[in-house]
């Protein structure tokens, strides 16, 4: 059960810092454009 609460908390982080860049990109991206 601990092992599979590990492998939820590493695919949610995981997701959290994919989501975090996409954000950061975006944000840079469209004050580049500007």
């Known amino acids: 059960m ?3 609460h590990l492998a939820v908390m590493q695919t949610a ?3 959290v810092v994919v989501i ?3 954000g ?3 944000m840079w991206l469209g004050g580049k454009r500007q």
Request: zero cysteines; hydrophobic letters at 50%.
């Open 2 to 4: 601990a092992e599979r």
């Open 13 to 15: 982080g995981q997701a």
């Open 20 to 22: 975090a860049g996409i």
């Open 24 to 26: 950061l990109a975006t």
